[in-house]
């Protein structure tokens, strides 16, 4: 079993900025996927962005890419999503999500498009004012 703790969601103004972390406890192994992913009211959740841990790749949706970045802190396997430039249509609550199907992130952005993640956090609300 995972266990994910998302933390640093709040309110911030248009073209402000917020890190999410994401505490990540259990046995996960050295090869899995992280991702954060997100829900904005009356829409469907999206993938925001996945990570390969034990490798190099991510990925991210065309809406946040060269504004948000994700990454881990190895020793802590703490998961990061830094998000620069918010906008409004930012608003949604963020999930951290973990699986151990390391390949489906590894070759590709099965992950980001699916987001069918094995464990989830509780999520983070984050709202973008214009």
């Known amino acids: 079993q995972v266990q994910l703790v998302e933390s640093g969601g709040g309110s911030v103004q248009a073209g402000g900025s917020l890190r999410l972390s994401c505490a990540t406890s259990g046995s996960t192994g050295t090869h899995y996927c992280m991702g954060w992913l997100r829900q904005a009211p009356g829409k469907e959740r999206e993938g925001v962005a996945t990570i390969y841990i034990g490798g190099d790749r991510t990925d991210y949706a065309d809406s946040v890419k060269g504004r948000f970045t994700i990454s881990q802190e190895k020793s802590s396997r703490t998961l990061y999503l830094q998000m620069n430039t918010l906008q409004p249509q930012d608003t949604a609550i963020y999930y951290c999500?973990?699986?151990?199907?390391?390949?489906?992130?590894?070759?590709?952005?099965?992950?980001?498009?699916?987001?069918?993640?094995?464990?989830w956090g509780q999520g983070t609300q984050v709202t973008v004012s214009s």
């Open positions: 999500a973990a699986d151990y199907r390391w390949w489906l992130c590894a070759s590709g952005s099965s992950f980001l498009r699916q987001g069918d993640f094995t464990y």
